[in-house]
């Protein structure tokens, strides 16, 4: 698709000119979530971008991450959401704003424009007191497309295929059966809102059923699916006032003990050239273009990411689900080789809001990165504590460039910033989440380790690579069982969705 606006000698012609706009750029610009883990880079992109992050992953030596050092009093943080409100309030982050915005000789009052993971409608109040735009739909609008019913009657509008599915309210095991007759014995219920798969129930019979009852009963509405015998798939685009620019399909890791509590949580992404048929391939890109058009009908601008369900039994591709926002798979897709050719995806999703005319062939682009030369082989693997216990941490490892020895354990080598320092697959980055004086508790991330290479077999399987890395990275912490629970801090969830 090749589209121009209206032409001036100020216009953006192509990528070339769009790269050279953003590194001479003179608006402000910030990431503030939990950990500056999902658009790691994007400082090396953008003159003059921040991270303001909850959790210091690198001990004070990352050049443009920025954490306040002091903790003031506030509510318990039960989200993402919480932790961003609390940074937009703290006196620290408002002061290094206006220092960052002196700099910069601003004169209109304004801070700059800040991207968030998530965000709610109290963030949205914040943003707007202290002179932030936020660079994302309203969060009315992301709510109403992140809910996972919502999703599905979105794709009917947009003729992209779903698995087998009622929506519907659920009272009890008997009216489960009664609504879900079609969809056979074994079903697959998910709730509206859902963090890492932790709310992605399995049901076969009742027993299945009463383990959940609590969590399924209460929804207005629940999606009720058919169980297949499925892969699970990720792919990220971009709805520009051009087209949607859409990344490559990526593998999912989901469910696997050794990094995550929960049997349908999602826990790392694997990209490389093979990972499925050119058919599979250009489905999931026509649908991704096909959804992204939708959104855009719907008033959606900007970044999302789609997770594909591929059938293993006839190779159909479903859609699975929908979120409208930077995600866990980001930092894969942002740094893939087709993405350092042209310019990674979150610089799409930036150059919307910066209230600038440009001129892009999405065609092209698509066309370039759906080559399987432009492809390179990685893997991301996200460590959560698996143990239903709560622990103290004395020693953590730092985040940087760690190297595999001969007898499967691991040194750590250099700090380094993000993944593109990895050199073979004897070295892997690691981002460290879980702190000393943290504390562990199930579900928590411990951090991120991002490798050159696959992490799975062609069968879905762990590899023993992985399972070596893993095991590796468990033994550099070191903490303490906490008996008495009543002692304990608050705890958040999934920081890394």
Request: hydrophobic share 35%; with cysteine.
């Amino acid at each position: 698709m090749t589209a121009t606006t209206t032409t001036n000698n100020h216009n953006l012609h192509g990528v070339p000119d769009i790269r050279r706009y953003f590194y001479k750029n003179e608006t402000p610009l910030y990431f503030i979530s939990a950990t500056n883990f999902n658009l790691l880079g994007a400082d090396e992109w953008i003159k003059g971008f921040k991270f303001i992050c909850f959790i210091e992953c690198f001990d004070g030596l990352h050049p443009n991450v920025f954490s306040p050092k002091e903790e003031v009093p506030h509510d318990e943080f039960e989200s993402i959401e919480d932790i961003n409100n609390y940074l937009l309030k703290h006196p620290e982050v408002k002061t290094y704003l206006q220092k960052h915005k002196k700099k910069k000789k601003k004169k209109d009052g304004k801070l700059g424009k800040a991207l968030f993971l998530m965000f709610d409608e109290e963030t949205e109040k914040l943003a707007k007191k202290i002179g932030l735009e936020i660079m994302f739909p309203s969060a009315k609008m992301r709510t109403f497309m992140d809910n996972k019913v919502n999703t599905n009657r979105i794709a009917e509008k947009a003729g992209v295929s779903c698995v087998p599915y009622v929506l519907a309210p659920v009272k009890d095991y008997k009216n489960l059966r009664s609504i879900s007759k079609k969809l056979g014995n074994d079903l697959v219920i998910q709730t509206p809102f859902g963090d890492s798969g932790h709310t992605t129930f399995f049901i076969s019979n009742e027993e299945d059923f009463k383990k959940h009852e609590e969590d399924i009963v209460k929804e207005k509405e629940v999606k009720i699916m058919k169980r297949i015998n499925c892969r699970g798939s990720a792919i990220e685009a971009c709805v520009t006032r051009h087209g949607t620019i859409v990344a490559p399909l990526m593998t999912e890791l989901v469910g696997f003990k050794e990094l995550t509590p929960y049997k349908g949580g999602w826990c790392g992404n694997e990209i490389y050239p093979n990972a499925f048929t050119p058919e599979i391939r250009e489905k999931a890109r026509k649908n991704t273009q096909l959804f992204g058009e939708q959104l855009r009908k719907e008033g959606y601008k900007g970044y999302f990411e789609l997770d594909f369900l591929i059938d293993q039994d006839d190779g159909e591709v479903y859609l699975g689900e929908l979120n409208p926002r930077i995600t866990g798979a980001s930092s894969i897709t942002n740094h893939a080789v087709f993405a350092l050719a042209d310019a990674p995806l979150f610089i799409f999703h930036i150059l919307e809001w910066m209230n600038r005319d440009y001129e892009l062939n999405v065609s092209e682009i698509n066309n370039r990165w759906a080559k399987q030369e432009n492809i390179d082989e990685w893997s991301q693997l996200i460590i959560k504590h698996t143990e239903d216990t709560i622990e103290y941490v004395t020693q953590a490892p730092q985040s940087g460039i760690w190297e595999m020895t001969g007898d499967n354990d691991i040194v750590f080598d250099r700090m380094d910033t993000h993944r593109r320092a990895v050199e073979s697959e004897k070295e892997a980055f690691f981002l460290r989440i879980t702190r000393k004086g943290d504390y562990l508790y199930e579900g928590a991330d411990m951090g991120i380790l991002v490798a050159r290479g696959r992490m799975m077999t062609n069968n879905f399987k762990l590899t023993e690579r992985a399972k070596n890395w893993i095991k590796a990275i468990r033994s550099k912490y070191v903490s303490n069982i906490i008996e008495d629970k009543r002692e304990m801090p608050v705890l958040t969830g999934s920081l890394t969705k």
